[in-house]
Nanobody, 115 residues
């Protein structure tokens, strides 16, 4: 499975941004797709995830502001981020998991939110 993340950039607090994660390869194995973020000196943390069944999960700090969705026709998973805050500044990564627990990571996309 290959993942290509895009959509990061520099925005101001309160702005919106939409990240995309384009998937390719043996997608029939995919159990879930997630967005993670990481800042220097901190561990990578899960932001949002969506299963093939459509079940979504969100990290508490982004609930109500971020929405994860998927377009099966385009094999793409999105992360709509609204009302961005400076603390959302991070490198965002998409991740794919299969039922065996094996996962793949895409390259990161940097989101910078200025105050």
């Amino acid at each position: 499975v290959q993942l290509q993340a895009s959509g990061g950039g520099l925005v101001q607090a309160g702005d919106s941004l939409k990240l995309s994660c384009a998937l390719s390869g043996s997608l029939f194995m995919v159990k879930s797709v997630g967005w993670y973020r990481q800042t220097p000196g901190k561990e990578r943390e899960m932001v949002a995830s969506i299963t093939t069944g459509g079940t979504t999960k969100y990290e508490d700090l982004v609930k109500g502001r971020f929405t994860i969705s998927r377009d099966n026709a385009k094999d793409t998973v999105y992360l709509q981020m609204n009302n961005l805050k400076p603390e959302d500044t991070a490198v965002y990564y998409c991740n794919v998991k299969i039922p065996t627990g094996v996962s793949w990571w895409g390259q990161g996309t940097l989101v910078t939110v200025s105050s």
